[in-house]
C-alpha cells in the first residue's frame, strides 16, 4: 500500500529533498517568503489577535449588496461572467478605475491602464518587464513588506533610502542616484508608498512630492507609486498623488481594489505609458491570460449604484476610531522608550522600541499570548528593523486592539525587566517627538500626520 500524500510529503521535505535540488532554478536561492503570509495560519486561529495583516474589515461590506450585485450578474450576465475576458480588462471596468483615479485628481487615459490580480500582481509584472538580475531598484526604508519578496525573486540589488516623519528623504535618494552614476548604473525604477505609507503610515510632503517627479523627469528615471490607501484619509488635506504631478511620463501608477471595497475579488490595475504597458500585458498573458471576469463584473455592478464614495467615508471613519484607540493604548501599555507613527489615514501604525529587543524573538513570546504583529525586518532587505514591528488596525475592533496592545506591551515590559536584570542598567527614555538620527536611522518619529 502507498503512502498517504501528506507522509510522502513530510518524507520529502527531508533526506529525500537532494533529489529535487539540482532542478531548482537559481532564483529560488534568493526569493523570500512574505511575513504576512506566514502568519495566516497562526492568526486565523479564532483566539488570536491579529494586528499583523494589512487586513480590511470585510465585514462592513453590506451582505444585501453583495446579494444583489451578485444576482444582477447571475440573471443578466453569467454566461459572460463566467467566460475568459481581454488581457487588458474590460472598457467597462477600466472606468469604474478611472473614476477611482478621479477622485484623487488624476485623469489617466483609458489606453494606459491594465486591471490585474490585484495590485501585488502589478508589482510582480512591472517587476517582470523591467528587472534583470542584479539591476537596482531602489525603495522606501521601510518598504511595502509584500513588495521585497518580488524585487527579490527577479533578483534585483534593491537599495532602500531612509523614511522620516515626511516619508522618503529625497536628499538621501538623490546621494544614491549619484552614486549609481559614478558606478555607470541606471536604476529600473524608484518604488514608493508616499500616501499613509505602508508600514509607517507617513505621508510624503508636498515638496519632497515635487521634487521627486522634478528628479524622474530630468533624469528620466522611472517611479512606481503604489497608492492603496489615499482614499482611506482621517485627517488633514490630500495631496496630489504623484502620477498627477507627473502627469503620467515618468510615474507608473499601481492601485486596487482592495482596500476600498474588498481583497477577495483579487482586483488591482496598472497605468503606464504606453511602450512600457505594452511588455506588461505581454507578461500579464504568460501569468494568467486575463483578470477574473466574475470579479470584474462584481466591481462594475457595484460602481453601477453609485454609493462607492459613501462606502469609502464609512470605512474611514471606522478606521480612525481604531486607530485612535491604537495610539491610546501604545500610550498606557508600551514603554517610555518605545516611539510609534500616528498616520492620518490608511491602515498601520509603526512602532520602535529599545534596540535591546528583536521583534522577530518578541513576535515568537507575543503568539504564546494569542496576539501577532509583523516584525519590521520584514520591510527591509538587510536586516534593519530589528526592534521595530508594523502594526494593523483595520480588521480589530477597538477593544480588541486595545487587547493585542495590551498583550504586546506585557511580552514587552518582560524583556524590559529581564534586560534590567541581566545588565544592572535602566533603558532611556526616549522623546517621542525627536528626529531620528543617523545612529539610529530605522526610528521614525511619533508625529501626528498633518498631510504634509
Not at 175 to 203: C, H, I, W
Request: net charge negative.
Amino acid at each position: 500500500m502507498s503512502e498517504p500524500p501528506h507522509r510522502r510529503r513530510a518524507h520529502a521535505r527531508g533526506s529525500d529533498l537532494e533529489r529535487y535540488a539540482g532542478l531548482f532554478a537559481a532564483r529560488t536561492q534568493v526569493m523570500r517568503s512574505s511575513a504576512m503570509r506566514d502568519l495566516m495560519a497562526v492568526t486565523a486561529r479564532p483566539e488570536v489577535i491579529s494586528l499583523a495583516g494589512g487586513l480590511p474589515d470585510t465585514s462592513t461590506f453590506p451582505p444585501q449588496t453583495f446579494a444583489a450585485q451578485m444576482t444582477r450578474i447571475a440573471q443578466e450576465s453569467a454566461a459572460e461572467a463566467l467566460q475568459y475576458g481581454p488581457t487588458e480588462g474590460f472598457g467597462e471596468t477600466v472606468d469604474c478605475i478611472v473614476e477611482v483615479m478621479g477622485a484623487e485628481g488624476m485623469l489617466p487615459d483609458p489606453e494606459d491602464v491594465i486591471v490585474t490580480t490585484g495590485g501585488q500582481q502589478a508589482i510582480d509584472l512591472l517587476c517582470k518587464t523591467l528587472v534583470d538580475p542584479g539591476d537596482a531598484v531602489i525603495c522606501e526604508a521601510p518598504t511595502y513588506p509584500g513588495a521585497i519578496p518580488v524585487f527579490c525573486s527577479y533578483e534585483a540589488d534593491t537599495i532602500q533610502v531612509e523614511c522620516d516623519a515626511e516619508g522618503m528623504r529625497i536628499d538621501e535618494l538623490e546621494t544614491v542616484l549619484e552614486r549609481l552614476d559614478g558606478e555607470g548604473r541606471r536604476p529600473k525604477f524608484v518604488y514608493s508608498v508616499p500616501t499613509f505609507q505602508n508600514p509607517a503610515g507617513v505621508t510624503m510632503s508636498l515638496q519632497r512630492r515635487q521634487r521627486l517627479v522634478e528628479i524622474a523627469r530630468s533624469r528620466e528615471l522611472l517611479v512606481v507609486e503604489d497608492n492603496p490607501y489615499g482614499l482611506l484619509r482621517f485627517e488633514g488635506e490630500p495631496l496630489p498623488p504623484l502620477y498627477q504631478l507627473d502627469g503620467g511620463d515618468f510615474v507608473i501608477y499601481i492601485g486596487t481594489f482592495s482596500k476600498i471595497l474588498s481583497p477577495g475579488i483579487r482586483l488591482g490595475w496598472a497605468v503606464a505609458p504606453p511602450p512600457v504597458m505594452d511588455k506588461i500585458v505581454l507578461g500579464k498573458q504568460a501569468a494568467d491570460l486575463c483578470t477574473s471576469t466574475l470579479t470584474q463584473y462584481f466591481v462594475r455592478e457595484y460602481f453601477r449604484d453609485g454609493n462607492w464614495r459613501e462606502y469609502v467615508e464609512s470605512l474611514s471613519e471606522i478606521y480612525r476610531r481604531r486607530r485612535d484607540a491604537m495610539v491610546g493604548a501604545l500610550g498606557d501599555y508600551f514603554p517610555p522608550q518605545a516611539t510609534w507613527t500616528e498616520p492620518g489615514g490608511g491602515l498601520f501604525v509603526w512602532a520602535t522600541l529599545p534596540p535591546f529587543i528583536d521583534t522577530g524573538d518578541l513576535l515568537a513570546k507575543a503568539l504564546r499570548e494569542d496576539v501577532a504583529f509583523v516584525p519590521g525586518q520584514a520591510a527591509y532587505v538587510d536586516g534593519r528593523g530589528a526592534n521595530s514591528m508594523r502594526l494593523n488596525f483595520s480588521a480589530g475592533n477597538e477593544d480588541e486592539i486595545r487587547e493585542g496592545i495590551r498583550r504586546i506591551g506585557k511580552v514587552i515590559a518582560e524583556q524590559v525587566e529581564l534586560y534590567g536584570a541581566l545588565t544592572g542598567e535602566r533603558p532611556a527614555e526616549s522623546d517621542p517627538r525627536s528626529q531620528p538620527t543617523q545612529a539610529d536611522s530605522t526610528v521614525i518619529p511619533f508625529r501626528k500626520a498633518e498631510g504634509a
